[in-house]
C-alpha cells in the first residue's frame, strides 16, 4: 500500500514538474498595444580576445520600440561614438547616427516575434586622422527581422535588409564629393533587447 501511494505521489509531483517546465503562452507574451522596447545593438568577436568587435557602423546603437498596436511599431534609432587618441594636434573624432521606421508585425510563435518594415536616418561623422574632414549620410531602407524571447520580456533578434544610402564627404581643405549606394545585406549585428 505503500508503495501505490508513494508511486502515485512520484507520478503526481512529475506531472506538476512538467507542467510547469511547458511554455505557456502567457508566459512569453509577445509586445502588444502600448508596450515599450529597448534594445542594443552589438557585433559579437568571434575572432579575438575582446568580447564585442569594432565596426564602422554604428557599433553600440540604441534602439527604442513603441507599439501603437498588436501589429505595429514605431522605432527610434540613436548611436554615438567619440574618440580621443590623446595625440597632441589631432582632434577628437565622433560620429551620429539617428533614425526613424515603422515596423509591421506577423503572428509569428509564442516566443518568436517577426515583422517587415521600413525606416530613414541621418548620420554624421567626422575623422581626427590623416584624411580630416566629415560625412553626411542620408539613409533609407526596407528590412525584415525577428525576436526571438530566451526568457520573458527578453528577447535576441536579427534583421536583413535593402538599403539606399547617400553620402556626402567634405575633406578638410579639398571639394566635396557626394557618393551613393544601393544594395542588400545582413547586419552582422546581433540585438538584445527587453520590455518595460
Known amino acids: 500500500m505503500k508503495k501505490s501511494i508513494f508511486s502515485i505521489a512520484f507520478l503526481a ?63 527610434y534609432m540613436a548611436s554615438l561614438e567619440v574618440a580621443d587618441s590623446g595625440i597632441d594636434g589631432e582632434d577628437t573624432s565622433f560620429g551620429l547616427l539617428v533614425g526613424y521606421g515603422i515596423e509591421n508585425h506577423f503572428a509569428g510563435a509564442e516566443r518568436l516575434s517577426t515583422y517587415w518594415g521600413y525606416q530613414g536616418g541621418l548620420a554624421y561623422a567626422n575623422t581626427a586622422d590623416g584624411d580630416k574632414g566629415s560625412t553626411l549620410g542620408i539613409l533609407a531602407g526596407l528590412f525584415v527581422g525577428a525576436d526571438y524571447y530566451v526568457i520573458p520580456n527578453v528577447y535576441i533578434g536579427t534583421e536583413v535588409g535593402y538599403n539606399l544610402g547617400i553620402l556626402s564627404v567634405s575633406p578638410d581643405g579639398g571639394d566635396n564629393l557626394t557618393s551613393w549606394g544601393l544594395g542588400s545585406g545582413i547586419t552582422g549585428f546581433l540585438r538584445l533587447g527587453f520590455k518595460l
Open 13 to 75: 509531483v512529475t506531472a506538476m514538474a512538467s507542467a510547469q517546465i511547458t511554455t505557456n503562452a502567457g508566459t512569453f507574451t509577445k509586445p502588444s498595444a502600448g508596450d515599450t522596447m529597448v534594445e542594443i545593438q552589438f557585433m559579437p568577436n568571434f575572432t579575438g580576445s575582446g568580447m564585442f568587435a569594432q565596426s564602422e557602423v554604428a557599433n553600440g546603437a540604441f534602439m527604442m520600440r513603441k507599439f501603437d498596436s498588436d501589429t505595429k511599431a514605431k522605432r
